[in-house]
């Protein structure tokens, strides 16, 4: 089967150069070079790089340059600006650059953004003129996004993170899955599918992670494995999982049929995002 991470985050050291907007509990590092690296090592053939907010905010250059540097391997995602009355222009831009196959949206608590914020409103207008899914982070605000998605039934959504809040420190919280009802629920929404990323950080116990297979079989059953893009997170997960072993709990587990790893694991991604990647 072809493996396809739904999201990774690739990023250079903090320099002048291009400095990070807020220095997370992140590697000092971890460049597209060794994001490729890693995808090789464990077999993974292709991955979203989502251009990390954290680091860059609106700026997707670096990922521009990682995707031109592993065209074949790499396909681009990057977050746009609300509160920027130019919008418009900076999504047509982004449609015309090689390996674009999205954009993103930031909706948590932290942002403190209406959902009725005319500036949503421009990004999904322009999101449907120009054919892009919208990836949106709505994870400890979740009311929020569903009220946004259903203004937008027109827009292909892609929920990140399984739309549940996830912290980098293990064990997680008591009830890590409590928002799993209103996940489950918003499935209803057939202009979404729900990203099965950093799914690991919502363990309570140590890899393999056998704790998080009964809540995540309920997310199979009701949104369907051709509505569900496995992902490692990396590298924000790094504290509680490496690479390999986010990679490996999905790829050897008994809990899904190999037809049903191979749609969870890269045919998803490749039907939502249109795209697949190409061997060297």
Partial sequence: MTIIDSQVHAYEANTPKRPWHIVPNWPDH???????????????????????????????????????????????????????????????????????????????????????????????????RHDFPVNILCWDNLDAGIALIDRHPDVRFILDHLGIMQLPQQPAPLDPWADLPKVLKLAERKNVVIKVSGA???????????????????????????????????????????????????????????????????GACAKAYGWSPTKS
């Fill in 30 to 128: 971890a460049t597209g070079d060794e994001m490729v690296t890693a995808m090789n090592e464990v077999g993974v053939d292709g991955a979203i790089l989502v251009s990390p907010y954290s680091m860059y905010r609106y700026d997707g250059s670096y990922a521009v340059d990682v995707q031109r540097a592993h065209s074949g391997r790499m396909a681009i995602v990057k977050p746009v600006d609300p509160d920027d009355r130019n919008v418009a222009d900076v999504i047509a831009d982004w449609k015309k650059t090689p390996g674009t196959v999205g954009i993103r949206i930031m909706l948590t608590r932290e942002d403190q953004r209406d959902p009725n914020d005319p500036g949503l409103d421009r990004i999904l207008r322009e999101a449907v």
């Fill in 200 to 266: 690991c950080t919502l363990s309570r116990q140590p890899y393999p992670f056998p704790d998080i297979w009964d809540p995540l079989a309920r997310v199979f059953d009701v949104w369907g494995f051709d509505r569900c893009l496995w992902g490692t997170d990396w590298t924000r997960a790094i504290t509680i999982v490496n690479y390999e072993q986010a990679v490996e709990c999905f790829r050897t587990t008994s809990r899904i049929s190999e037809a049903e790893r191979a749609m969870l694991m890269g």
